[in-house]
Structures are given as structure tokens and as C-alpha cells.
């Protein structure tokens, strides 16, 4: 039998830690265990593979282990790297991180320093990544008021990073009910007011409620006005303005609705 096991995991931070639940008894028993996404799965040959249904009890088991044992600071960086949508590599990354890290005595929560290990050199890499995009969305997002002040607001990410974008807002917006909704992946982020959010999947009923918006000409009004207000016209330079603000984030922007079509 095959000493390479590829264990195929739903695309999503409870999928890969499922599957690292699930890869650890495999590779204690001597499988050289690797985990892919389905979605990205490609058939290789002299492995063999298996397929892991998400399990948000083990995922949960998996999270509660690294905040623990290895601090909150490896933990964000691991939901940082399986948010990413272009690191196929992103699962076997996390795995090789975790058992390191867990199988050490004591618990390397310094696991994220070891600049010389290959593993580390590539999670920071993804990371990085996909923390430009979240740093970026926390201004790109905008709101707008539903029928029973609820504000709700739409963004395409690249990344997977809806999850992490909770905290802030959270902090932002405590007293608010409020929802973000990933268009491209089909979840929202539920915020009621004063607890903490939570991700919803079927997006249905908000798609529905967002197009009652109470009055929104009168908010998009009041920003783009006061967009155009503090704009100095002598400083244009649309270049810059490409590279800080793209136009694939435009689309979910009140301020250029005006000239950017849906």
C-alpha cells in the first residue's frame, strides 16, 4: 500500500481542520498524510486518497487544541492561510505546521519564528497574501440601511476572509445589527446586536431583503457627496488610485456606482 495519503476536504477553515483531525491518526500510523481541497484535487498517481466530510465537532477539537496549546497568535495565522484561494498546497501546509508544532515538548508556540523551516517560509508567504486583502476590504466595505435598521453590505472577495473580517466590525459596530454578505462563496456574516457574529450559509433571504432597502438614494447620496467634496482635483492620479483601490472592489462601493456598472 501506498505510504502517501491524500485526504480531500471541503474548501473552508472547518473542512481543513477536519481533516487535520482526521490526518493525525493516519499519520501516526505511518502515512505521509497531505490534504487538498476538492475542488482542487487532481488524480496522482503511487498515493492513495480519501475523502472527509466536514465535521464542525472535530473542526471545533482541532481549534480549541491550537489556541490552547500553541497561543492565539498561531491560530490567526493558520485561518489566515486556510482563507487563501490560490494556495493548493494550503491544507498540507497547516497540517505540517501542526504536527511540529503539537508533537514537541514543550509545544513550539514559536512555531511561526523558524524562518529556516520550509513549511514556516510558506504559510508566511500565503499569509501575507491574504492579509493584504483583508487589510485592504476593512475600507473598502460599505453599508447600507434594510427595513428594521439592519445594515447590510455586499463584498467579492478573492479570499475566504468573511470570518475574519468579524472582529473588527464587532468592535466597530457593537450596537448594531448588522450582516456582510460574500457574494461569490454564498454566506453571510450575521452580527446581532451586541453579541457576536456568526457565519450564516444559505444567503437567500438576505439577497431577498437587500433589494427593500429603507431609502438607500439618500444615504449612497450623502457619501458620494461627501466624496466629492473632500476630492482635491489637482491631485488626481488614477494610477495610484489602480493600484490602492481596484476596480474589482469598486463594484460594491457607493461612492462609484456612479461610473462602475454592477
Same mark, same amino acid.
Given at each position: 500500500?501506498?505510504?502517501?495519503? =491524500?485526504?480531500?476536504? @471541503?474548501?473552508?477553515? !472547518?473542512?481543513?481542520?477536519?481533516?487535520?483531525?482526521?490526518?493525525?491518526?493516519?499519520?501516526?500510523?505511518?502515512? #505521509?498524510?497531505?490534504?487538498?481541497?476538492? !475542488?482542487?484535487?487532481?488524480?496522482?498517481?503511487?498515493?492513495?486518497?480519501?475523502?472527509?466530510?466536514?465535521?464542525? #465537532?472535530?473542526?471545533?477539537?482541532?481549534?480549541?487544541? $491550537?489556541?490552547?496549546?500553541?497561543?492565539?497568535?498561531?491560530? #490567526? !495565522?493558520?485561518?489566515?492561510?486556510? %482563507?487563501?484561494?490560490?494556495?493548493?498546497?494550503?491544507?498540507?501546509?497547516?497540517?505540517?505546521?501542526?504536527?511540529?508544532?503539537?508533537?514537541?515538548?514543550?509545544?513550539?508556540?514559536? =512555531?511561526?519564528? @523558524?524562518?529556516?523551516?520550509?513549511?514556516?517560509?510558506? %504559510?508566511?508567504? =500565503?499569509?501575507?497574501?491574504?492579509?493584504? #486583502?483583508?487589510?485592504?476590504?476593512?475600507?473598502?466595505?460599505?453599508?447600507?440601511?434594510?427595513?428594521?435598521?439592519?445594515?447590510?453590505? *455586499?463584498?467579492?472577495?478573492?479570499?475566504? =476572509?468573511?470570518?475574519?473580517?468579524?472582529?473588527?466590525?464587532?468592535?466597530?459596530?457593537?450596537?448594531?445589527?448588522?450582516?456582510?454578505?460574500?457574494?461569490?462563496?454564498?454566506?453571510?456574516?450575521?452580527?446581532?446586536?451586541?453579541?457576536?457574529?456568526?457565519?450564516?450559509?444559505?444567503?437567500?433571504?438576505?439577497?431577498?431583503?437587500?433589494?427593500?432597502?429603507?431609502?438607500? *438614494?439618500?444615504?449612497?447620496?450623502?457619501?458620494?457627496?461627501?466624496?466629492?467634496?473632500?476630492?482635491?482635483? *489637482?491631485?488626481?492620479?488614477?494610477?495610484?488610485?489602480?493600484?490602492?483601490?481596484?476596480?474589482?472592489?469598486? $463594484?460594491?462601493?457607493?461612492?462609484?456606482?456612479?461610473?462602475?456598472?454592477?
Amino acid at each position: 500500500m501506498d505510504d502517501r495519503l =491524500i485526504l480531500l476536504c @471541503e474548501d473552508s477553515t !472547518d473542512g481543513m481542520f477536519t481533516a487535520v483531525y482526521d490526518g493525525w491518526t493516519f499519520q501516526l500510523h505511518g502515512k #505521509e498524510v497531505e490534504i487538498r481541497s476538492t !475542488d482542487e484535487y487532481e488524480p496522482e498517481l503511487f498515493c492513495s486518497f480519501r475523502r472527509i466530510e466536514t465535521d464542525p #465537532e472535530k473542526a471545533e477539537k482541532v481549534v480549541s487544541s $491550537v489556541r490552547k496549546k500553541l497561543g492565539i497568535r498561531v491560530y #490567526e !495565522d493558520i485561518c489566515y492561510v486556510a %482563507a487563501s484561494s490560490r494556495a493548493v498546497d494550503k491544507g498540507t501546509v497547516i497540517f505540517r505546521l501542526l504536527w511540529k508544532a503539537l508533537r514537541s515538548r514543550p509545544y513550539r508556540r514559536d =512555531i511561526m519564528e @523558524e524562518l529556516t523551516d520550509p513549511w514556516v517560509i510558506r %504559510a508566511l508567504k =500565503i499569509r501575507i497574501q491574504v492579509w493584504h #486583502e483583508f487589510h485592504r476590504m476593512l475600507g473598502f466595505v460599505r453599508f447600507r440601511e434594510l427595513s428594521g435598521e439592519i445594515l447590510y453590505s *455586499e463584498i467579492t472577495p478573492d479570499n475566504d =476572509i468573511l470570518a475574519l473580517l468579524g472582529p473588527h466590525f464587532e468592535n466597530r459596530f457593537p450596537n448594531e445589527n448588522w450582516m456582510i454578505c460574500d457574494k461569490k462563496r454564498k454566506k453571510v456574516l450575521v452580527h446581532p446586536r451586541q453579541k457576536t457574529s456568526y457565519l450564516y450559509y444559505p444567503v437567500s433571504r438576505a439577497e431577498k431583503n437587500a433589494s427593500d432597502l429603507a431609502q438607500p *438614494e439618500e444615504y449612497e447620496e450623502l457619501w458620494k457627496v461627501f466624496c466629492r467634496q473632500i476630492t482635491i482635483h *489637482e491631485r488626481k492620479n488614477p494610477g495610484l488610485q489602480g493600484q490602492m483601490l481596484p476596480l474589482k472592489y469598486r $463594484v460594491n462601493m457607493t461612492e462609484f456606482t456612479e461610473t462602475v456598472q454592477p
